[in-house]
């Protein structure tokens, strides 16, 4: 239930962004920790390095490994053929 009485917080300028870019990235890479995760990549886009993540602890195929996957799987047959 809404208050009346609620403090309204405006969202600063690149905020959203921020959080978009930072969400992407945590759905690409699938980290098992998201808090270390996070702080390497704000660590990293402070310094205005490229973020590129070594995780210590992988979980496996990432979703966006499949398509390379498929492709890879595809032209396999074909050279088989």
């Not at 009346?4 to 699938?30: A, C, H, M, W």
């Not at 996070?38 to 210590?56: M, T």
Request: aromatic content about 12%; proline content about 9%; glycine content about 4%.
């Amino acid at each position: 239930m809404a208050s009346k009485y609620r403090k309204r917080y405006t969202v600063p300028d690149g905020f959203n962004q921020i959080l978009e870019d930072l969400s992407r990235e945590i759905l690409r890479e699938q980290p098992r920790n998201i808090i270390h995760f996070a702080s390497s990549y704000f660590k990293s886009k402070a310094k205005g390095e490229p973020f590129i993540w070594e995780d210590p602890n992988p979980r496996g195929p990432k979703p966006c490994d499949y398509n390379k996957r498929i492709q890879t799987t595809s032209s396999d047959k074909s050279q088989l053929d």
